[in-house]
């Protein structure tokens, strides 16, 4: 790795270390100070206060000054820190990350997609975030990194790990029933091991694609259940040759669950409403079409 | 059950009209200031049961009691409740209104049927959310904030609620205008802005904050409405709307509304600590210019709320810078205070006790602050327990807690009944060890990356969580043992009279508990709120 290189996390430890310490040092030095003075001064020792001073010029411009310059000093300390979290090393890594409710995609500039972001140790990562539905937060406590996915906005983020191992991956903007489960890791591989993985096609065959697996992955199971409970989305147990209450354009249809009605329902989500649920499933963009017949077979098989 | 009063001639009854209609279409401040404050305390103590259960669903990971979007309604009408029916209204509505016209030496507030208003427009306000949590698709899941696109597109009762939270904020503005109106016309003679209590000038700040900041709330809570209504897609980045200008509007309202939550607060700790020291407030001036500083900073520093979200790095220079300058008003305010101690004589009764960890956790709240100010260690803490716990520790700790020192200072004035003292102590202990439990481990967790408004966690958050629900038992057992030694001593207590605490604002002036004209005549005022010598009080 270059060691010229600072991470993220170098950057902004020493930032809370200096804040932390001053902190630290003002709030022992006010307690302490309060203590002493309800001691000292308590109405059984000191029946009478022995001073009625109300003010001292001096005193309070001591201590307007000497806080004003300590709080610039962390002001500028911070943004200094931060201009790192900025500074995209020009190396980098590219990868997309694709946010949606509630799960997370990453795809690389080869076309290789996954549900864990797969890095190579030592090298700069710089991430892009898209969200296809509503606000997210991306998340690396251990970098210190933390960026909005806004629908809409192009925002990023960067980091290095420094170390191979695996690190959390949290969703820290609020977004709905399944935040908390928005979470995955960062795999950090040393580079050979990482450029492997990354040229090996994805598990299996190409061309067949394992729908249980998909349908977790992309996210389809956090809304829809698979036992027959009613989740945020219908359930997929029984779903399939099932005659189906829907809207379409605000008018009701009976439809038959087919092949061409759950390939419309996957590309086109708000197309045709199942009655009683929110018009809030996110299109899928990175689906491929075998991908969605994968799928189409795989909620076949959920009796 | 309105109590047995000591003395026989009273606002509770020199007017002879007693009964539930005599309250509820009072004009009388005193009256208004007690419907506001058991209408706030009754909210209030909902929104802690509610806190108890998020805590209680945190404790283990996993399903503990509730599921995931119970747990996340539960934290939003908590959030809710709290900020828009308790603290926000708290202060102005109840102690402001009980005691700033006596120590101003008014007989009432310039437009007393205007308060009234308020007051109504609030219970008005309160009733919708209310009923927003019982129809339509549930009970609202967005958080406090409310924030776009999720809050236009989720099929809960948001609409509803934010209606009332809308209502709410006329309620605000009447009575900030009313505050100015009153704390400009109607100060008694000799009383000029130099011998305005601190706890009137920071009303005085608070008001200001109220009628400018709180209009542009309505706004933005309209728009939302019509985001879900209308589908008029100014948040919809689809439709070339953008969800962070949402943000922008929520925290140029909601950064103000915290020093609506805290400036008062700050008021009435002004208030006990000279009294209970026996020694003038250190920096009067001081203090009361800062009150206004803040009030006046506080409205260009809503940005440190979305450093993260994607907003301009010039934008994030300098909300940053801004937010710095902030910190320092507050920070001479903690050295005043402490400097006010010096050489005093000092008496470690209840109101004194909150007063005096008001310092402490106030300040740890404020210097939390330092770190959220800060561009680099904002991105790590940001959206985290950290910030939970940081928020706490300023409106509980800091504001919560000079509410309980207000109740113990002022409300025997007004019922002519004490509390017992030892009990008193004894909560102030157990509040204080619970809370400081429950917070602090809150921001540990959020310091080793727990996110916030997690319904569940990873296996390593566990320790700190299981920590920090035991430590809400304790603040909870504390909370209950206050106010039941509190009501007990103001209904049956020791009678109270005189000037036990020898307070030098005119409240304790005038008889216990007041007499609904307040004054026998009119006031004149001759010397300062905290001169203690020139007055001959004990
Ligand atoms: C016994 C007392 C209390 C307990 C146990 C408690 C506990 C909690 C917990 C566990 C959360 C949610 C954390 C999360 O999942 O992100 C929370 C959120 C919150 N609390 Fe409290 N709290 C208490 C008192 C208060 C008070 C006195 C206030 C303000 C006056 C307050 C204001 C808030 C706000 C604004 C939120 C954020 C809600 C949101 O994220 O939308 N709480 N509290
Ligand atoms: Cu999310």
Known sequence: ?303 | MMPQQPTPSSFWNDTGKTGITAWIFSTDHKRIGLLYFYSVLGFFLIAVVLGLLLRIELMAPGRTIMGAQSYNALFTVHGVIMVFLFIIPGFPGAFGNLVMPIQIGARDVAFPRLNLFSWWLYMLGAGIIITALFTGGGPPDTGWTFYVPFSARTGTNVSLAVFGVFIIGFSSILTGLNFVTTIHRLRAEGMGWTRLPLFVWSLYATAWVQILATPILGITLALVIAERMLGTGLFDSARGGDPLMYQHLFWIYSHPAVYIMILPAMGVISEIIPVFSRKPVFGYKMIAFSSVAIAAAGSLVWGHHMFTSGMSDTAILVFSFLTFVVAIPSAIKVFNWVATLYKGSISLEAPMLFALSFLLLFSIGGLTGLILGAAATDIHVHDTQFVVGHFHYVIFGGSGFAFFGAMHYWLPKFYGRRYAEKPALLAWGLLFTGFNITYFCMMVLGMKGMPRRYYDYLPEFAPLNLASTVGSWLLAIGLVLLLVNLFRGLLWGEPFTGNPWGGATLEWSIATPPPTENFEEEPVVTHGPYDFKGTGIP
């Not at chain 1, 990562?125 to 998340?139: E, R, T, W």
């Open chain 1, 1 to 303: 790795m270059n060691p010229a290189l600072l991470t993220t996390t170098d950057a902004v430890d020493p930032v809370f270390k200096f804040i932390f310490g001053a902190c630290i040092l003002l709030l022992g030095g006010i307690t302490a100070t309060v203590l002493w003075f309800a001691f000292r001064y308590r109405r059984s020792r000191a029946p009478e206060p022995t001073s009625q001073v109300a003010d001292n010029i001096w005193l309070e411009t001591i201590w307007i000054v000497l806080p004003s310059i300590l709080v610039m000093a962390m002001f500028w300390y911070g943004w200094a820190g931060y201009l790192t979290l900025r500074e995209v090393p020009k190396n980098a890594l590219p990868v997309t990350a694709t946010a949606r409710m509630w799960s997370w995609n990453f795809t690389y500039a080869n076309g290789r997609t996954s549900p864990k972001l797969v890095v190579p140790v030592g090298k700069p990562v710089v991430v892009d975030l898209v969200s296809s539905d509503i606000l997210h937060g991306f998340f690396l406590p251990a970098f210190r990194v933390k960026r909005d996915v806004v629908p809409g906005m192009k925002n990023h983020a960067w980091f290095v790990a420094d170390k191979a191992g695996s690190y959390d991956l949290f969703c820290s903007q609020y977004c709905g029933k399944g935040h908390s489960a928005m979470i995955t890791t960062v795999e950090a591989l040393p580079e050979a091991e990482f450029i492997a993985w990354l040229v090996q096609p994805e598990e299996g065959q190409p061309t067949k694609h394992d729908g249980a697996k998909l349908a977790k992955e992309k996210g389809c199971l956090a809304c829809h259940s698979l036992d027959g409970s009613r989740a945020v989305g219908p359930t997929f147990k029984g779903l399939y040759g099932k005659k189906q209450t829907v809207l379409q354009d605000g008018k009701p249809l009976t439809v038959m669950v087919n092949d061409a009605y759950l390939r419309e329902s996957i590309r086109f989500p708000n197309a045709k409403l199942v009655e009683g649920f929110q018009p809030i499933m996110p299109t899928v963009s990175d689906l491929k079409d075998d991908e969605i017949e994968a799928l189409v077979d795989f909620i076949e098989e959920v009796k």
